[in-house]
């Protein structure tokens, strides 16, 4: 892969990623409601769904959900469901939150950050289908494909980390301003209404 096609991957890497979507959605759910730990496990579980979706879609699965409309639909409100259950379930914590709420364990609340990220990731079959039509557009056929694959799979990851950690940040910065209970659990229905809306952007998708 030669410099001007890896440097035109990782532009559109970096603009789709900007872009809000579920994931984006997700993460600042995330940030806002448990912190930056959180976010950054929901974050790597995002990378590794991502990986995953691309083994997916050069299997031929994105060609199977492009000419399977039920299957295509299973898969996506599945996703939708699962994402809407998220956010339900955020604010109803949040609604129940008592002051000694960061007792909570917080290695289930991490692995469980980072289920919902790998999980929301996977179950967007559009995702898998836009792989199959973006990836091709920058590997070259008559060179080694594997080597391609590896160099595009890190680059997209290395985006989606850095510009989800910065909008991580910025979420967690939001949230260590307001320390009272009433203002996380304000938080707290914030970010799960973050979440609900990604579950209505993947829906509309």
């Given at each position: ?199 209505l952007l993947m829906a509309t998708r």
């Open positions: 892969m030669d410099f001007e096609t890896w440097l035109a991957f990782t532009t559109a890497c970096i603009v789709l990623t900007l872009i809000p979507g579920p994931s984006v959605l997700l993460v600042i759910g995330q940030s806002l409601t448990r912190g930056k730990g959180a976010a950054m496990m929901c974050i790597l579980g995002d990378v590794i769904g991502s990986i995953v979706l691309m083994g997916l879609s050069f299997a031929g699965v994105g060609a199977i959900l492009a000419t399977s409309a039920v299957l295509f639909q299973i898969v996506k409100w599945a996703g939708v469901v699962y994402l809407a259950y998220l956010g339900y379930m955020q604010i109803v914590e949040a609604r129940h939150a008592q002051e000694c709420a960061e007792t909570d364990d917080q290695a289930h609340s991490a692995w469980g950050s980072f289920l919902a990220g790998t999980v929301t990731a996977i179950l967007n079959p559009k995702a898998i289908i836009f792989y199959m039509a973006f990836l091709v557009q920058f590997i070259n056929p008559q060179t080694d494909l594997a080597p391609q694959l590896a160099v595009l799979m890190l680059t997209s990851s290395l985006v989606v980390i850095v510009l989800l950690t910065g909008y991580a940040l910025i979420a967690a910065r939001a949230r260590m301003l307001f320390q009272s209970q009433r203002a996380r659990r304000r938080m707290g229905y914030t970010g799960g209404t973050f979440m609900i809306s990604g579950s």
